[in-house]
């Protein structure tokens, strides 16, 4: 035996044994690696391309980012995951971090128990879909927050929206489900996992039967829809159904080119009545995301960039269809409030303002609405000049108990929410004989300066500034038909610098592959079928605005990329997603909301592609989707009015359009 390991010479490491030392040493920096951080919390959010996911690093919960890792971790200690699905400007979704995110016991519950992932909506939406149709399943409605626990598969076996901390007025909490679910995880996992397996294979089930179906293409549907929307009309508020009363520009714009002038008068009735309403920022321009009443009078707060976008393209389709300036008025001030407050620096557009601001700069928990309500004494001070005050009283609403009724002890007590309750020509009636219209609007633009004035002192709501592609192409679409058709060269500009600013951050030339998302310096998810659509008929508008060729360039390749990631080759039309997204389900959207869905854009950019590249073959695609359609509308007339506002086009012929003639299939 050698005790000087100095003076012994050095003998050659046999190949068999290096081989073996080098398999082990791999396994065990792979096993390090592998092993937590010596962290705490949500660190792993810190780096996130999305803000919502950013805001959430400094959380006691161990929050991971959808991906492998956390699926591995799962797996690896046999925990059920908690999937938290919310998006920056979302309220509830602020309370419940506030309340049991940031909650050390709450935490600790998840930490021990669960593997924790945060996802933003907005940046997935496949994600959403899926667990979304399991909620909805399984509880009848759903919402955000939307809170899901699911295998260490991800497939969901429980969940709900918004949970308080700790049960109170007969609602389960939220660290009470914590301590249930665990305990039956931990009795009998394999009974929860076939419960989670059997839901799935309900909802796969399901959505293949409706994406599979097709029929003929009735030239009937748009009557039918009409005749929907007509049963549903609230004639005296305006809008479709009761509260909570959303901006469905989709429907507007259909009705709006109906042959009958009692539809377009639906239509025309509700954008007044969305003008006139607290939806509407009276001071500053822009929309809030919707109402909670059926009076458009209290809105939810956020401003989202598609509400925006498509509701300044249902007041420009408004104008041309009556001529009324005031419609034309309220698109000028909705893209303009865009321009001013929402365009970054290269030209593309920040995705929201948060519903939720600071009170005071010295407050610790935001509210919503604080910077866009009045108290009686904030009205007070703001407007110090009786008669002016008493002027924008009568003309906003104002009361000194508040006019945004809400729960007794609310967020919303005390406060007032302007709109328009006594119009300037009521009030000039009712004045004095030397009392004008024109004197009371120059009162009253005084008066909102200095109300503008005030409340620019108050904390600003947080803006969410990830680059959405889908909901950037809405607003490039909107500016470009604000250029045309209001003569307005400088919203043409606007559109194109968007565009070339859109396209070099979100699309790579070398895959042809555009991005969803993209904040802080960096791109964020893969695109879904909607983006490709949105920023195709972006370009398409451009096109037909300015006649440039390199519009028409870029929205083919776009629209052949779309067609080779999601064209569903069963049944026609297109899937929300690539068929490697990771998700156990593949959806495809069978109507229109807030946003026009995926297939009813498609339709028109086909249609609009295959006249101006002579392409048959694209034609043929956008009358199949349509049959995909027309099998979804058979039950549901009006789910999709956005793609009836072709339905002429695929079921009789019309003129080619002619770049930069304004005009547009």
Known sequence: M??????????????????????????????????????????????????????H????????????EAFAKAQREHKPLFISVGYFTCHWCHVMERESFMDADIAALLNRHFVSIKVDREQRPDIDAAYMAFITLTRGAGGWPMSVFATPEGYPFTGGVYFPP????????????LERIQQVWAEDPRQVEATASSAVLQIRQQKRSLASATTDLDPRLPEKAREDFRQRYDALAGGFGDAAKFPQAAQLLFLLQSPQAA?????LHTLDAMAEGAIHDQLDGGFHRYATDPLWRLPHFEKMLYDQALNARAY??????????????VARRTLDFVL????????????AFAADSLPAADSRHAEEGAYYTWTWQQWQAALPDKPLRDLATRHYGIRQAGSADSQPGGEMQGRNVLYIATPLATLAEQGSSNTDTASLRQSLQRA???LLAARATRPAPPRDNKIVAAWNGYMITALAEAGQYLKAPAYITAADQAAEALLRQLYDAQSKRLYRDFSGGRRGAPAFAGDYAAVCEALLALYAADGEARWLTRAKALNDTQIALFWDHKAAGFFNSPADTGIWLRDKQSEDGVEPGVNSISIGNLITLARLSDTPTLLDRARRTAAWVGSRLAEMPSAMPYALRQWPLLVSAAPDPQPGSGKRP
């Open 448 to 450: 909102d300066r200095l």
């Open 57 to 68: 690093a400094d959380n006691p919960v161990q929050w991971y980012p959808w991906g492998e």
């Open 2 to 55: 050698l005790t000087n390991r100095s003076c012994a010479r050095a003998q050659p490491i046999p190949l068999r044994w290096l081989c073996w030392l080098t398999f082990a040493l791999g396994a065990w920096c792979t096993q390090a690696l592998a092993e937590e951080p010596p962290r705490s919390g949500g660190w792993r959010l810190a780096d996130a391309a999305s803000p919502y996911l950013r805001m």
């Open 263 to 267: 539809d377009r008068d639906m239509a």
């Open 340 to 351: 001013a407050q929402m365009r970054a620096p290269d030209g593309s557009f920040y995705a």
């Open 316 to 329: 420009l389709a408004a104008w041309r269809v009556s001529g009324q300036p005031r419609y034309a008025a």
């Open 166 to 177: 700790h049960s109170r007025d007969g609602h389960l909490g939220f660290a009470e489900l």
